[in-house]
């Protein structure tokens, strides 16, 4: 499995994402800024942290990412899609796709703040430039305009019912989101929590919005429930396994595969399982040490690392977490064969795609 | 005209309205807490906000606010209501009523971050007791919560079509309730705003959520546009009266009215419209001496409050609101004359109630 394979997978549908992303700002922002000119800011806020300008709102080209969510949506409509123009379909699933995208982004911001972050794809975050009440605000922009994008999809014919099924779904999800958040930050002061509950954390924070998009698409493209259902499974084991992934990467990924040092998480001291796994398994002595450096004010020394990572071996860690990958990437594949897909070349290969996601993320 | 009768038009709603409010929160509350404990002081930050429980989670009986949105709602409905069963009316705007004052609820605790606000109905402050982080978190779970709670009306039996109509409108409002909020916190470091730039602020901070009330009680009860469209103008014009009648307060109400210290904006340094209309229409030493006083950054004295005052008596600035006032008091009287209200004894006494609020409004 090549990395340049997953990477055409999400070549192929990143121009039209962009162009429906696009779309969703420009026009409210042309009236808007009509009306007031200072408004031109609020937008150009948004348009700079999904790196499309710079931080004197002019053109830039910025890492924005390789839209996971969008593509999942649309890979996820094009495989259950039925005989239908493909062109129609892709329509129809569009502002869909690019409101899950400005979704994502809106809960980066908040994140941001709520995290202290001040860099985020090495450029400064929003409340590091406008200050927080402005990025709070900008933030809150974001998210409504996302939900405003939604109701684009009834321009595209889709259905009213369908559309309030989707909206259900999309507003269950982001209260989701917010319940882990919270959990998240009750949770930023304490090391010695159950890995349960980290798992809890992260199904909230991020498979949920990732199963979200992979049930999105389906419902806009199939009435066989059970084919939702499955795609809603498959969506949220692709995203713990996601998650899981950047956890393990954030410690074991080497130089060359990251481009950028090593063990940059333990680095942060940032609460991913594999602390969370070896906090809980370690012996008295390995425990006590682990708590003590986090705890320090100081930043770590390399030999400190060092001996986190002896930790981590010492737990089989490594181990468990790989193992607890395999079982969800096992998990998206169980539930990708459960999928009514069409026998139609557009759907077959959506399903290579999806399959081949999940094997990509296998590879940690 | 006495506030009395006033009190009894939202005494009249506020039972529904709260129970409305209770059962939107309690069922996700059981859920959630029911797969992780720590999700009650979640659910249970919001509960406080909405003033139902201490910082201790524990009952309380605080300031909960007098509902004014979801009442507007309600009598909206009530006004253009058909000849059928008015509990079956009222069941189906309940859910929509309520969502919009959480929706309301959700923007004060981020305003209350983006101003600094410690204390709101004489208790602290989400943030102040949580933290930002949480308090940003628990907004944006609030903003989710309400949207979700918008959906329940599809249980009372409201089309998938009315409900997308509503879902529009209201994403559309929170866009511009943010605009607006963007354009306040640009001008908080100017005075010289024109008027005609603080009266954009307004009628998207305030007056496009009564505005929207308004109109969706209209929407979920005719389909006679012109009704639904007149309710939109009213409420649009009533919030903008809503909203100068507030500013006038801050400034000139006496003691009793009040029941706290006249003048307080002032004393506050609040940006309402007696200010800016002045600064704008004032001569050039007044102005400097305004400049000069708003920028202090010392406590004011009783002193420059009376200088104060005395500028805004010689730029005949309370004519100016007073005027305004009344312009928008009269609008929402003509928009009301424009709806087709059914002779059914429901419908009339609601457009007497709304009457009744319009010459409430106009008596600062």
């Known amino acids: 499995m090549s990395t340049l394979s997953v990477q055409s997978v999400f070549q192929r549908h ?11 700002i420009d026009a409210i ?20 942290h999904l790196g499309w300008v710079d931080e004197h709102f002019h053109p830039a080209i910025a890492n924005t990412g390789k839209y996971l969510r969008p593509t999942l949506l649309l890979l996820a409509s094009e495989a259950v899609g039925a005989g239908e123009n493909d062109d129609a379909l892709l329509r129809r699933a569009l502002p869909v796709a690019a409101a899950i995208e400005l979704t994502h982004s809106f ?15 090495h450029r400064p975050t929003l409340w590091k430039l406008w200050g927080v009440p402005q990025a709070v605000n900008t933030g809150d922009g974001l998210f409504s305009l996302a939900r405003l994008t939604l109701w684009k999809a009834l321009d595209e014919g889709v259905s009213s019912s369908v559309v309030a099924r989707l909206g ?6 982001c209260l989701a989101i917010t319940e882990g958040q919270h959990l998240d930050l009750s949770f930023e002061e304490h090391l010695d929590i159950p890995t349960q509950t980290y798992l ?37 084991a692709l995203g713990l396994a996601f998650q899981v992934r950047d956890d393990m ?24 399982l594999p602390i969370i796994h070896a906090l809980a398994h370690a012996n008295f002595a390995d425990q006590h040490r682990l708590y003590e450096i986090y705890r320090q004010k100081a930043e770590l020394t390399n030999e400190q690392v060092e001996q986190v990572l002896a930790i981590l071996d010492a737990t089989g860690t490594k181990e468990f977490c790989n193992s607890f990958l395999t079982q969800q990437c096992n998990a998206a594949l169980d539930a990708l064969a459960n999928i009514a897909t069409k026998d139609r070349p557009h759907s077959q290969r959506a399903l290579a795609d999806l399959t081949l996601l999940v094997r990509f993320v296998n590879q940690a």
Chains 1, 2 share one sequence.
């Open 14 to 24: 990143r121009e039209p994402v962009y162009q429906a992303l696009r779309s969703a």
């Open 29 to 48: 922002e042309t009236q808007a800024s009509t009306a007031h000119s200072e408004l031109q800011a609020f937008y150009g806020q948004m348009k700079y």
């Open 107 to 121: 809960t980066l911001i908040h994140d941001d703040i709520e995290d202290g972050d001040e860099e985020r794809r």
């Open 168 to 173: 259900m779904l999309y507003d269950r999800t």
């Open 200 to 236: 809890q954390v992260i199904e909230r924070k991020t498979a949920a919005l990732i199963s979200c998009s992979a049930e999105m698409g389906a419902i806009l493209a199939t009435t066989d429930q059970e084919s939702i259902q499955s795609l809603s499974q498959f969506g949220r």
């Open 249 to 272: 990467l954030g410690v074991w990924a080497t130089e060359e595969e990251l481009g950028k040092t090593p063990a940059g998480d333990i680095y942060r001291r940032k609460k991913s």
